[in-house]
């Protein structure tokens, strides 16, 4: 008696749509994180400075130059997650990066404004202080002092 051979099992129609969404989340959960990383020289948007490795700083230790940071402005120090503000010529003021609403990191210091991408708060470079939520709580101050063209993060 001859045995009855079956043709290799074909994928159905719901089979391959799981596949696909599949991969559609991996590949989502890959740029997310991607966008979400940290790196030494990440710095964005009109009056922010690039940060190097060798530019970071523990307490005690400069954290940028005056140089660096302009007139309505900011530095944004993405491994010491402190964001360094010129509202006025001459006056600088320095906080957190990490926005109160959900931990996101902020991105640009513009017009006075400290910006966060993730859901739009907004923060004034000049007190820390939400000017536009979902954020409901100011960027937490951080201590720097001034030395020549130094300014020193303080613990």
């Known amino acids: 008696m001859a045995e009855e051979t079956k043709p290799a099992p074909t994928a159905d129609r719901r089979t391959m749509l799981r596949a696909t969404a599949l ?24 009056g922010a400075q690039n940060v190097t490795a060798a530019d970071t700083a523990s307490a005690g230790s400069t954290l940028t130059t005056t140089a660096k940071v302009p007139v309505g402005g900011g530095f944004i120090d993405t491994d010491a997650s402190v964001v360094v503000t010129q509202p006025e010529s001459g006056t ?28 739009g708060s907004q923060y004034s470079a000049k007190d820390g202080s939400v000017i536009t939520g979902p954020a409901t709580q100011a960027l937490a101050a951080k201590n720097i002092t001034v030395s020549g063209s130094d300014i020193i993060l303080e613990s």
């Open 23 to 46: 991969g559609v989340a991996v590949a989502g959960v890959g740029v997310t994180a991607a966008a979400c990383a940290s790196s030494n020289s990440m710095a964005q948007g009109a």
């Open 92 to 119: 600088y003021k320095a906080f957190s990066s990490i926005c109160t609403h959900q931990g996101c990191p902020v991105t640009s210091v513009t017009n006075n404004v400290i910006q966060c991408p993730c859901h």
